[in-house]
């Protein structure tokens, strides 16, 4: 089985909105080693201008993990999941998430790339509110292994 | 209550903030259940063996996530002023189940323009760098 280079330019359906809860932001931010106050404390998110707690860098990836999951589960698109390996990750904001946030996820597959045996495929998941504007971009490349390596 | 670096006292390849961070199979299970990512390859050393691997492994995004928080610190605590983040995963972070693991952290700044910085981040483990390309852009007008 090898990627279906026909999904570059596919977008799936938009995702079930996630509600960003609290202590699932607290959670998180623990997980990654984070100290600050913002992400722990409703009270020092307050006082430094944001509605609670604000997630940490990294969390649109709970969100974008359910576009990827679209992706891994589409069988046209070929991709073996015990072959996966995670090439690079990017999250590019508008404006930071923060606890209440209601987040809807978009993906489109925007390039497929064959590397010395290798398939390269880079997905790309646009996140909004609950009013549809934009909030972060979470861009991620898959390395799939090829059947000889 | 936070108070952000001095945006005038910035040059291209100061060092910005350095730190390590100790990792035990905890820390791994923890982002797990944070993240949903429930790969066994970290946290079953029986599963990370039958596909090749030295160990059991930290997640790239657990690395990813902890890497930049030494620049949060130095922003004062405002992760909100990150408008960007990338890395790419150069090699993995094999944790020990007794003595766990070390990652060391040293932020510099890489750019500077009129609305902020690109903070660059050198992340090893045993001497080598397991990220690649890893950066942070944060606002900070001048």
Redesign the interface.
Known sequence: MSVNPEIQGRSYPTTEPYLVGRE?VR??S??????????LDPE?AR??G?ADV?????FP??VQ?HTLAQLLGDPDAGIDF?RV?????????T??IVAGDELTATMTVTSVKSLGGNSMVTASSEIVDASGAHVVTA?STLVVRGDES | MSTLPDRSALAVGDVVAESSFGLTRDNLVRYAGASGDFNPIHYRDDVAASVGLPGVLAHGMLTMGFAVQPVVEWLGGDSGKILDYQVRFTRPVVVDPETGAVVSVTAKVGALDDAGARIDLTVSYNGQTVLGKAQAVIALPA
């Open positions: 699932k959670e998180f623990r997980a990654v080693l984070s100290t600050s106050p913002i992400n020092a006082a430094a944001y604000v997630a940490p860098p990294t990836v709970v993990e015990s390996v995670h090439g690079d990750q990017r999250f590019s904001y404006r930071p861009i």
